[in-house]
Protein backbone atom coordinates (compact mmCIF):
# COMPACT_ATOMS: atom_id res chain seq x y z
CA UNK A 1 0.00 0.00 0.00
CA UNK A 2 1.18 3.73 -0.89
CA UNK A 3 1.53 5.85 1.49
CA UNK A 4 -1.60 6.71 3.23
CA UNK A 5 -0.74 10.75 2.29
CA UNK A 6 -4.71 11.08 0.46
CA UNK A 7 -6.64 9.71 3.67
CA UNK A 8 -4.43 12.09 6.10
CA UNK A 9 -5.10 15.40 3.61
CA UNK A 10 -8.89 14.74 3.82
CA UNK A 11 -9.31 14.65 7.64
CA UNK A 12 -6.08 17.47 8.09
CA UNK A 13 -8.41 20.42 8.95
CA UNK A 14 -9.55 18.11 11.66
CA UNK A 15 -6.43 17.42 13.27
CA UNK A 16 -4.83 21.06 13.27
CA UNK A 17 -4.83 21.12 17.29
CA UNK A 18 -3.00 24.15 18.30
CA UNK A 19 -0.87 26.72 16.54
CA UNK A 20 1.85 26.91 19.24
CA UNK A 21 5.63 25.98 17.80
CA UNK A 22 7.39 23.45 19.37
CA UNK A 23 10.01 26.35 20.26
CA UNK A 24 7.63 27.15 22.98
CA UNK A 25 6.69 23.77 24.62
CA UNK A 26 7.62 23.16 27.85
CA UNK A 27 7.66 19.26 28.32
CA UNK A 28 8.15 19.52 32.17
CA UNK A 29 4.68 21.78 32.31
CA UNK A 30 2.75 18.76 30.25
CA UNK A 31 4.29 16.38 32.57
CA UNK A 32 2.87 18.04 35.58
CA UNK A 33 -0.77 18.71 34.26
CA UNK A 34 -0.49 14.99 33.44
CA UNK A 35 0.24 14.90 37.01
CA UNK A 36 -2.51 17.12 37.70
CA UNK A 37 -5.13 15.56 35.86
CA UNK A 38 -4.31 11.96 37.02
CA UNK A 39 -5.09 13.17 40.50
CA UNK A 40 -7.92 14.68 39.65
CA UNK A 41 -9.89 11.35 38.00
CA UNK A 42 -9.31 9.80 41.18
CA UNK A 43 -11.05 12.49 42.94
CA UNK A 44 -15.01 11.58 44.15
CA UNK A 45 -16.13 15.24 43.74
CA UNK A 46 -14.06 15.77 40.18
CA UNK A 47 -14.42 12.42 38.82
CA UNK A 48 -18.41 12.33 38.32
CA UNK A 49 -18.25 15.34 35.99
CA UNK A 50 -17.80 15.11 32.18
CA UNK A 51 -15.74 18.66 31.90
CA UNK A 52 -12.87 16.41 34.41
CA UNK A 53 -13.15 14.40 31.33
CA UNK A 54 -13.02 16.35 28.09
CA UNK A 55 -10.36 18.32 30.37
CA UNK A 56 -8.38 14.95 29.98
CA UNK A 57 -9.19 13.91 27.06
CA UNK A 58 -8.04 17.71 25.13
CA UNK A 59 -4.47 17.40 27.15
CA UNK A 60 -3.98 14.05 25.80
CA UNK A 61 -4.88 15.33 22.21
CA UNK A 62 -2.60 18.52 22.71
CA UNK A 63 0.45 15.77 24.36
CA UNK A 64 0.03 13.64 21.70
CA UNK A 65 0.54 16.71 18.75
CA UNK A 66 3.26 18.42 20.95
CA UNK A 67 5.18 15.16 21.66
CA UNK A 68 5.63 15.19 17.76
CA UNK A 69 6.71 19.32 17.43
CA UNK A 70 3.60 20.06 16.06
CA UNK A 71 4.45 18.56 13.06
CA UNK A 72 2.72 16.67 10.23
CA UNK A 73 3.18 14.59 7.07
CA UNK A 74 3.93 16.60 4.37
CA UNK A 75 5.84 19.27 5.72
CA UNK A 76 8.61 20.61 4.06
CA UNK A 77 12.08 21.20 5.51
CA UNK A 78 11.49 25.05 5.67
CA UNK A 79 8.09 25.14 7.42
CA UNK A 80 9.76 21.95 9.52
CA UNK A 81 12.65 24.92 10.46
CA UNK A 82 9.85 27.58 11.51
CA UNK A 83 7.82 25.32 12.89
CA UNK A 84 9.63 22.57 14.59
CA UNK A 85 13.05 24.08 14.92
CA UNK A 86 16.84 23.28 13.80
CA UNK A 87 17.64 19.38 14.48
CA UNK A 88 20.50 18.52 16.48
CA UNK A 89 21.73 16.73 13.87
CA UNK A 90 20.95 15.78 10.14
CA UNK A 91 21.67 12.68 8.01
CA UNK A 92 21.06 10.82 5.37
CA UNK A 93 19.69 7.17 5.81
CA UNK A 94 18.64 4.89 3.67
CA UNK A 95 15.57 2.55 4.42
CA UNK A 96 13.92 -0.03 2.01
CA UNK A 97 16.41 0.88 -0.42
CA UNK A 98 15.21 4.76 -0.36
CA UNK A 99 17.04 7.91 0.44
CA UNK A 100 15.91 9.92 3.60
CA UNK A 101 16.41 13.01 5.23
CA UNK A 102 16.70 12.25 8.95
CA UNK A 103 16.45 15.03 11.64
CA UNK A 104 17.07 14.37 15.13
CA UNK A 105 15.68 15.97 17.57
CA UNK A 106 16.06 16.02 21.23
CA UNK A 107 12.76 13.59 21.90
CA UNK A 108 11.72 12.78 18.43
CA UNK A 109 13.72 11.43 14.63
CA UNK A 110 11.65 12.77 12.03
CA UNK A 111 12.25 11.47 8.30
CA UNK A 112 12.01 13.21 4.58
CA UNK A 113 10.96 12.17 1.33
CA UNK A 114 11.65 14.02 -1.03
CA UNK A 115 11.17 17.31 0.57
CA UNK A 116 8.53 16.49 2.64
CA UNK A 117 8.04 14.89 6.16
CA UNK A 118 7.20 10.79 5.58
CA UNK A 119 7.47 9.89 9.43
CA UNK A 120 8.53 9.94 12.83
CA UNK A 121 9.69 8.62 15.42
CA UNK A 122 9.23 9.35 19.37
CA UNK A 123 12.21 8.60 21.12
CA UNK A 124 11.33 10.45 24.58
CA UNK A 125 7.85 10.48 25.10
CA UNK A 126 6.25 12.18 28.37
CA UNK A 127 3.62 9.63 28.31
CA UNK A 128 2.54 6.28 25.80
CA UNK A 129 -0.39 6.48 23.75
CA UNK A 130 -1.78 9.55 24.98
CA UNK A 131 -4.45 8.88 22.01
CA UNK A 132 -5.32 5.70 23.85
CA UNK A 133 -6.07 7.73 27.06
CA UNK A 134 -8.01 10.62 25.01
CA UNK A 135 -10.41 8.14 24.12
CA UNK A 136 -11.12 6.83 27.32
CA UNK A 137 -11.53 9.80 28.89
CA UNK A 138 -14.09 11.35 25.97
CA UNK A 139 -15.86 7.58 26.36
CA UNK A 140 -16.13 7.91 30.11
CA UNK A 141 -17.42 11.93 29.46
CA UNK A 142 -20.08 10.48 27.26
CA UNK A 143 -21.08 7.79 30.08
CA UNK A 144 -21.79 10.61 32.24
CA UNK A 145 -23.03 13.07 29.68
CA UNK A 146 -26.36 12.19 30.11
CA UNK A 147 -28.48 15.53 30.08
CA UNK A 148 -26.29 16.69 26.50
CA UNK A 149 -24.87 19.43 27.29
CA UNK A 150 -21.23 18.65 26.24
CA UNK A 151 -22.27 16.87 23.11
CA UNK A 152 -20.93 19.36 21.05
CA UNK A 153 -17.82 19.99 22.50
CA UNK A 154 -17.13 16.38 22.55
CA UNK A 155 -18.04 15.82 19.06
CA UNK A 156 -15.55 18.59 17.86
CA UNK A 157 -12.80 16.62 19.60
CA UNK A 158 -13.67 13.09 18.83
CA UNK A 159 -13.03 14.52 15.01
CA UNK A 160 -10.04 15.95 16.10
CA UNK A 161 -9.07 12.11 17.72
CA UNK A 162 -10.13 10.38 14.91
CA UNK A 163 -7.83 13.16 12.38
CA UNK A 164 -4.96 12.29 14.32
CA UNK A 165 -5.38 8.25 14.71
CA UNK A 166 -5.73 8.67 10.97
CA UNK A 167 -2.07 10.26 11.23
CA UNK A 168 -0.83 7.95 13.47
CA UNK A 169 -1.91 4.98 11.84
CA UNK A 170 -0.40 5.72 9.26
CA UNK A 171 2.51 6.83 10.64
CA UNK A 172 2.76 3.55 12.47
CA UNK A 173 1.91 1.68 8.66
CA UNK A 174 5.00 3.37 7.02
CA UNK A 175 7.37 2.35 10.51
CA UNK A 176 5.84 -1.06 9.13
CA UNK A 177 4.38 -1.62 13.07
CA UNK A 178 1.18 -3.17 11.19
CA UNK A 179 -0.17 -4.15 14.64
CA UNK A 180 0.40 -0.78 15.61
CA UNK A 181 -1.36 0.55 12.28
CA UNK A 182 -4.01 -1.72 12.64
CA UNK A 183 -5.21 -0.71 16.26
CA UNK A 184 -4.99 3.30 15.34
CA UNK A 185 -7.77 2.17 12.14
CA UNK A 186 -9.33 0.28 14.41
CA UNK A 187 -9.90 3.19 16.81
CA UNK A 188 -10.91 5.21 14.16
CA UNK A 189 -13.73 2.75 13.29
CA UNK A 190 -14.85 2.96 16.63
CA UNK A 191 -14.78 6.56 16.93
CA UNK A 192 -16.77 7.29 14.14
CA UNK A 193 -19.35 4.26 14.98
CA UNK A 194 -20.27 5.91 18.34
CA UNK A 195 -23.68 6.83 18.01
CA UNK A 196 -22.74 10.37 19.46
CA UNK A 197 -20.66 10.94 15.84
CA UNK A 198 -22.31 8.50 13.68
CA UNK A 199 -19.65 8.74 10.72
CA UNK A 200 -19.00 5.77 7.93
CA UNK A 201 -15.12 5.59 7.49
CA UNK A 202 -15.25 3.50 4.39
CA UNK A 203 -11.75 3.82 3.15
CA UNK A 204 -10.20 3.30 7.08
CA UNK A 205 -11.78 -0.43 6.86
CA UNK A 206 -9.95 -1.33 3.82
CA UNK A 207 -6.44 -0.13 5.28
CA UNK A 208 -7.70 -1.71 8.60
CA UNK A 209 -7.67 -5.13 6.92
CA UNK A 210 -4.45 -4.81 5.17
CA UNK A 211 -2.49 -3.68 8.09
CA UNK A 212 -3.72 -6.91 9.81
CA UNK A 213 -3.31 -9.16 6.96
CA UNK A 214 0.06 -7.73 6.66
CA UNK A 215 0.47 -7.80 10.81
CA UNK A 216 -0.39 -12.10 10.15
CA UNK A 217 -3.93 -10.97 11.88
CA UNK A 218 -5.61 -12.92 9.19
CA UNK A 219 -8.74 -13.87 11.27
CA UNK A 220 -9.29 -10.22 12.15
CA UNK A 221 -8.61 -8.75 8.43
CA UNK A 222 -11.52 -10.12 7.08
CA UNK A 223 -14.36 -8.60 8.62
CA UNK A 224 -12.95 -5.37 7.76
CA UNK A 225 -12.48 -6.22 4.18
CA UNK A 226 -15.92 -7.48 4.19
CA UNK A 227 -16.91 -3.84 5.62
CA UNK A 228 -14.86 -2.26 2.95
CA UNK A 229 -16.45 -4.67 0.52
CA UNK A 230 -20.28 -3.89 1.96
CA UNK A 231 -19.51 0.02 1.79
CA UNK A 232 -18.22 0.31 -1.39
CA UNK A 233 -14.41 0.85 -1.18
CA UNK A 234 -12.47 -1.79 -3.11
CA UNK A 235 -9.25 -0.06 -4.02
CA UNK A 236 -10.09 -0.78 -7.48
CA UNK A 237 -10.25 -4.45 -7.08
CA UNK A 238 -7.89 -5.52 -4.66
CA UNK A 239 -9.52 -5.85 -1.66
CA UNK A 240 -11.10 -8.67 -3.82
CA UNK A 241 -7.60 -10.44 -4.18
CA UNK A 242 -6.09 -9.17 -0.07
CA UNK A 243 -9.33 -11.13 1.09
CA UNK A 244 -9.29 -14.18 -1.50
CA UNK A 245 -5.66 -14.46 -0.03
CA UNK A 246 -6.30 -14.02 3.69
CA UNK A 247 -8.37 -17.12 3.32
CA UNK A 248 -5.98 -18.58 1.09
CA UNK A 249 -3.10 -18.60 3.77
CA UNK A 250 -5.64 -19.79 6.17
CA UNK A 251 -6.46 -23.28 4.44
CA UNK A 252 -10.03 -21.55 3.60
CA UNK A 253 -9.33 -21.06 0.09
CA UNK A 254 -12.94 -22.15 -1.05
CA UNK A 255 -14.20 -19.80 1.42
CA UNK A 256 -12.59 -17.06 -0.71
CA UNK A 257 -13.34 -18.22 -4.22
CA UNK A 258 -16.19 -15.99 -3.91
CA UNK A 259 -14.31 -13.02 -3.37
CA UNK A 260 -12.36 -13.68 -6.40
CA UNK A 261 -15.14 -14.27 -8.86
CA UNK A 262 -16.96 -11.29 -7.56
CA UNK A 263 -13.70 -8.94 -7.96
CA UNK A 264 -12.57 -10.63 -11.66
CA UNK A 265 -16.30 -9.72 -12.72
CA UNK A 266 -15.70 -6.23 -11.46
CA UNK A 267 -12.83 -5.26 -11.72
CA UNK A 268 -11.27 -7.40 -15.24
CA UNK A 269 -8.36 -5.36 -15.10
CA UNK A 270 -6.94 -6.28 -11.96
CA UNK A 271 -4.33 -8.93 -12.79
CA UNK A 272 -4.03 -9.96 -9.01
CA UNK A 273 -7.79 -11.08 -8.92
CA UNK A 274 -7.33 -12.96 -12.70
CA UNK A 275 -3.90 -14.58 -12.17
CA UNK A 276 -5.49 -16.09 -8.48
CA UNK A 277 -8.47 -17.38 -10.15
CA UNK A 278 -6.75 -19.04 -12.81
CA UNK A 279 -4.11 -20.25 -10.49
CA UNK A 280 -7.01 -21.59 -7.81
CA UNK A 281 -8.60 -23.54 -10.76
CA UNK A 282 -5.40 -25.13 -11.98
CA UNK A 283 -4.57 -25.72 -8.22
CA UNK A 284 -7.93 -27.57 -8.24
CA UNK A 285 -7.39 -29.17 -11.59
CA UNK A 286 -10.13 -27.70 -12.89
CA UNK A 287 -10.51 -25.86 -16.35
CA UNK A 288 -9.52 -22.07 -15.92
CA UNK A 289 -11.96 -21.28 -18.53
CA UNK A 290 -15.31 -22.26 -16.42
CA UNK A 291 -14.74 -18.66 -15.06
CA UNK A 292 -16.18 -17.72 -18.53
CA UNK A 293 -19.35 -18.94 -17.18
CA UNK A 294 -19.67 -16.02 -15.10
CA UNK A 295 -18.58 -13.56 -17.46
CA UNK A 296 -21.09 -14.48 -20.10
CA UNK A 297 -23.87 -14.77 -17.17
CA UNK A 298 -22.74 -11.04 -16.60
CA UNK A 299 -22.44 -10.13 -20.28
CA UNK A 300 -25.95 -11.59 -20.92
CA UNK A 301 -27.69 -8.87 -17.83
CA UNK A 302 -25.18 -5.89 -18.90
CA UNK A 303 -24.89 -6.93 -22.71
CA UNK A 304 -22.79 -3.61 -23.52
CA UNK A 305 -20.76 -3.26 -20.87
CA UNK A 306 -17.18 -2.88 -22.60
CA UNK A 307 -14.98 -4.42 -19.51
CA UNK A 308 -17.32 -7.90 -19.49
CA UNK A 309 -15.57 -8.08 -22.99
CA UNK A 310 -12.00 -6.92 -21.84
CA UNK A 311 -12.28 -9.80 -19.06
CA UNK A 312 -13.04 -12.28 -21.46
CA UNK A 313 -10.45 -10.94 -23.53
CA UNK A 314 -8.09 -10.56 -20.77
CA UNK A 315 -8.31 -14.21 -20.03
CA UNK A 316 -8.30 -16.08 -23.24
CA UNK A 317 -5.22 -13.92 -23.63
CA UNK A 318 -3.57 -15.50 -20.45
CA UNK A 319 -4.61 -18.90 -21.71
CA UNK A 320 -2.85 -18.27 -24.96
CA UNK A 321 -6.07 -18.49 -26.93
CA UNK A 322 -5.18 -14.87 -29.09
CA UNK A 323 -8.20 -15.24 -31.96
CA UNK A 324 -10.80 -15.63 -28.81
CA UNK A 325 -9.06 -12.97 -26.83
CA UNK A 326 -8.88 -10.60 -29.99
CA UNK A 327 -12.30 -11.41 -30.35
CA UNK A 328 -13.61 -10.61 -27.46
CA UNK A 329 -10.97 -7.07 -27.20
CA UNK A 330 -12.57 -6.02 -31.00
CA UNK A 331 -16.14 -6.56 -29.02
CA UNK A 332 -15.01 -3.96 -26.30
CA UNK A 333 -13.95 -1.16 -28.72
CA UNK A 334 -17.17 -1.76 -30.87
CA UNK A 335 -18.84 -0.88 -27.44
CA UNK A 336 -16.32 1.94 -26.50
CA UNK A 337 -14.15 3.01 -28.89
CA UNK A 338 -12.09 4.97 -26.69
CA UNK A 339 -10.78 1.70 -24.57
CA UNK A 340 -7.20 2.34 -23.71
CA UNK A 341 -6.64 -1.46 -22.66
CA UNK A 342 -8.74 -3.39 -25.15
CA UNK A 343 -6.99 -1.07 -28.05
CA UNK A 344 -3.22 -1.96 -26.04
CA UNK A 345 -4.41 -5.47 -25.43
CA UNK A 346 -5.02 -6.14 -29.23
CA UNK A 347 -1.35 -4.04 -29.75
CA UNK A 348 0.29 -5.90 -27.69
CA UNK A 349 -0.93 -9.72 -28.92
CA UNK A 350 0.07 -8.88 -32.46
CA UNK A 351 3.48 -7.56 -31.08
CA UNK A 352 4.32 -10.64 -28.86
CA UNK A 353 3.28 -12.81 -31.33
CA UNK A 354 6.09 -11.09 -34.03
CA UNK A 355 8.76 -11.51 -30.45
CA UNK A 356 8.11 -15.43 -30.96
CA UNK A 357 8.75 -15.11 -34.58
CA UNK A 358 11.78 -13.19 -33.62
CA UNK A 359 13.14 -15.72 -30.99
CA UNK A 360 12.11 -18.78 -33.11
CA UNK A 361 14.17 -17.31 -36.11
CA UNK A 362 17.17 -16.82 -34.55
CA UNK A 363 17.17 -20.43 -33.42
CA UNK A 364 17.35 -21.20 -37.58
CA UNK A 365 20.65 -22.90 -38.49
CA UNK A 366 22.63 -20.40 -39.97
CA UNK A 367 22.66 -22.47 -43.46
CA UNK A 368 18.78 -22.52 -43.67
CA UNK A 369 18.24 -18.56 -44.73
CA UNK A 370 15.29 -19.35 -46.35
CA UNK A 371 13.61 -20.52 -43.16
CA UNK A 372 14.70 -17.50 -41.24
CA UNK A 373 13.86 -14.87 -43.75
CA UNK A 374 10.23 -16.75 -44.14
CA UNK A 375 9.98 -16.27 -40.16
CA UNK A 376 11.18 -12.76 -39.92
CA UNK A 377 8.66 -11.66 -42.65
CA UNK A 378 6.05 -13.00 -40.08
CA UNK A 379 7.39 -11.28 -37.10
CA UNK A 380 7.38 -8.12 -39.79
CA UNK A 381 3.55 -8.63 -40.42
CA UNK A 382 2.65 -8.93 -37.13
CA UNK A 383 4.16 -5.98 -35.68
CA UNK A 384 2.89 -4.05 -38.76
CA UNK A 385 -1.03 -5.63 -37.33
CA UNK A 386 0.24 -4.12 -34.11
CA UNK A 387 1.19 -0.49 -35.41
CA UNK A 388 -2.52 0.90 -35.53
CA UNK A 389 -3.84 -0.37 -32.35
CA UNK A 390 -0.81 0.62 -30.68
CA UNK A 391 -1.65 4.13 -32.81
CA UNK A 392 -4.99 4.12 -31.38
CA UNK A 393 -4.27 3.41 -28.01
CA UNK A 394 -1.92 6.46 -27.75
CA UNK A 395 -4.37 8.97 -29.41
CA UNK A 396 -6.61 7.47 -26.95
CA UNK A 397 -4.22 8.19 -23.73
CA UNK A 398 -0.77 10.34 -25.28
CA UNK A 399 0.55 10.21 -21.90
CA UNK A 400 0.74 6.83 -21.55
CA UNK A 401 4.50 5.56 -21.66
CA UNK A 402 3.60 1.85 -22.57
CA UNK A 403 1.85 2.69 -25.79
CA UNK A 404 4.49 5.40 -26.54
CA UNK A 405 7.76 3.21 -26.07
CA UNK A 406 5.60 0.29 -28.34
CA UNK A 407 5.37 2.83 -31.62
CA UNK A 408 8.73 3.81 -30.74
CA UNK A 409 10.11 -0.02 -31.39
CA UNK A 410 7.82 -0.57 -33.74
CA UNK A 411 9.10 2.00 -35.93
CA UNK A 412 12.34 1.98 -35.32
CA UNK A 413 12.35 -1.44 -37.19
CA UNK A 414 10.74 -0.22 -40.34
CA UNK A 415 12.71 3.52 -39.91
CA UNK A 416 14.59 2.27 -43.21
CA UNK A 417 11.47 1.59 -45.21
CA UNK A 418 10.22 4.96 -45.83
CA UNK A 419 10.62 8.63 -44.79
CA UNK A 420 7.49 8.38 -43.32
CA UNK A 421 8.47 5.69 -40.83
CA UNK A 422 12.00 7.69 -39.80
CA UNK A 423 9.66 10.57 -39.48
CA UNK A 424 7.49 8.25 -37.10
CA UNK A 425 10.51 6.87 -35.13
CA UNK A 426 11.72 10.53 -34.89
CA UNK A 427 8.76 11.48 -33.38
CA UNK A 428 7.88 8.60 -30.59
CA UNK A 429 11.61 8.31 -29.81
CA UNK A 430 12.09 12.28 -29.11
CA UNK A 431 8.09 11.47 -26.70
CA UNK A 432 9.74 8.61 -24.85
CA UNK A 433 12.39 10.74 -24.22
CA UNK A 434 10.30 13.20 -22.49
CA UNK A 435 8.34 10.66 -20.22
Do not use: H
Amino acid sequence: MKRLTILISMLFVAVMVTAQTSKEINFDQYAKKVEKSNAEIQDPKKNTKDATWIKRGELMIDLFDAQILRAYVGMDPNTFMLVVGKPIQQEKVEVDGVQLDKYVMERVNFYFNNGQLERWEVTKPVIDKPLDLALESFLKAIEINTKGKSTKKLQENLVKLKGLYVNEGSNQYTLKDYKGAFESFKKVIEIGTLPILNQKDTAIYYYAGLSAQLAGLLEESIPYYQKSIELGFTNDGAVYFNIFDAYKNLNKGDEGLKYLEEGFIKYPKNTNVLFSLISYYIDKQEDPTKILVYIDKAIETEPNNSSLYFAKGTLYDRLGDGENALEAYKKAIEIDPNFFDAYYNIGALYFNKGVKYIEEANKVPARELDKYDALMEKANAEFKNSMPYMEQAYKVNPNSKEAVEALKNIYFRFRNESQEMLDKYNEFNEKAKQM
